[in-house]
């Protein structure tokens, strides 16, 4: 009998530019950062970070401190050089040559994990669709940078066989993947227009939020729950359930894949077939990790991206979650008129229906 043995997790070193932005301070997005790299199942075995007042047009980090990061690589034996800044391809190019690993930057590393986590026909397709866009754009996969890549963070999703073929192909896979997601937005359109259906309400949010604990509680799914984990990402492919608000009404609760800070464009793109639920939506419940004093920013950055997709002036209810874990003191600081519910406990829940009721037609 033969006994699968699982690979050991790769050392990564983390490596970041800090611009010292006041408005974008780099420290919470940088811990965000090692969460996603933990996510992705690298061991986080060391970090650099290189303070400039802007970023090195040749190397990203100027060639002293490449060569510096190169050395602290080997000190700790890592095996792959995660970079914060997203990658320029001639930044690129020229850091590969002095630090001999595999280097992923913030978006390999967020498209990696939409890899892993991608369960539905359609999820793998819009990941795959994205990553062949971002390698297509960024030179990543052409001659000696594709031989480098190897296995691991970064490569998941399309196969290193994908990665492997001339442009041209790459090209054909693009225009393959797009077509079958524009049937699928054909399909969910065509689902939608079927006849009278109850009021459609999204939950919308960062990662990690809780979006899919409180989809739980709400609907009571039981064994029928949408898939929970303390992880980025865990949701990518939306769940609806059917849940009672009240007064003999019900309504369509979606779960949608979660934001992040800087959400790359290529992910919206691939999604947008998925994010089209959010503009059919009646009410957009923008949920809140209220445990999180990152807040603020988590916050500003979901309304960022409803701006994108032209769907912020929609009806939205400000829902802060997990507020179990908030002293009393603290829950009383949160804004005012906001939600406060505890997916976990059920605190609030039946305010939160009374008010989804109330902002229906």
């Known amino acids: 009998m033969t006994v699968a043995v699982a690979a050991p997790a790769q050392r990564a070193l983390l490596v970041a530019v800090d611009l010292g932005d006041r408005n974008a301070p780099l420290a919470p997005e940088f811990e965000e950062f090692a969460a996603l790299a933990r996510a992705a199942g690298a061991n986080v075995v060391g970090e650099v970070i290189q303070k400039l007042p802007h970023v090195d047009p040749a190397t990203l980090f100027g060639s002293g401190k490449a060569h510096e990061i190169a050395e602290r690589a080997k000190e700790l034996a890592a ?113 939608r227009s079927g006849g009278a259906r109850d009021p459609f309400v999204a939950l919308v949010g960062y990662t990690n939020v809780g979006k899919s604990s409180l989809l739980n509680r709400l609907a009571g799914s039981g064994g029928n729950a949408a898939f929970v984990a303390d992880q980025p990402f865990a949701t990518l492919d939306p769940t609806l359930r059917r849940v009672y608000i009240g007064d003999g009404r019900n309504v369509r609760l979606a779960d949608t894949v979660g934001f992040i800070t800087a959400l790359p464009k290529e992910l919206i793109n691939a999604f947008r077939a998925t994010l089209e639920e959010l503009e059919n ?55 005012a008129g906001a939600l406060d519910v505890s997916a976990a406990s059920g605190d609030g829940l039946d305010r939160l229906r009374a008010a989804i009721l109330e902002r229906l037609p």
């Open 79 to 191: 095996d792959v050089l995660f970079v914060f800044n997203d990658l320029r391809p001639r930044q690129r190019i020229n850091l590969e040559k002095i630090v001999p690993l595999p280097i992923v930057d913030r978006t390999m590393l967020i498209l990696d994990i939409f890899a892993q986590h991608a369960r539905s026909r359609e999820g793998q397709l819009q990941v795959e669709l994205a990553q062949l866009r971002y390698r297509q754009s960024n030179l990543i996969g052409a001659g000696v940078a594709l031989s480098r890549l190897g296995g691991g963070v970064g490569t998941r999703g399309p196969g290193e066989t994908k990665l492997e073929v001339d442009r041209r192909k790459i090209a054909g896979r693009v225009t393959l993947l797009t077509r079958q997601l524009e049937t699928v937005r054909k399909q969910r359109q065509t689902r």
């Open 281 to 335: 939506a009646d009410l957009l419940l923008h949920v809140i990790d209220a445990s999180n004093p990152d807040w603020p920013r988590q916050r500003a950055s979901v309304e960022a991206i409803l701006r994108d997709l032209h769907v912020d002036e929609k009806p939205t209810l400000l829902v802060f979650n997990k507020v179990d874990r908030l002293g009393t003191g603290a829950r009383a600081e949160l804004p």
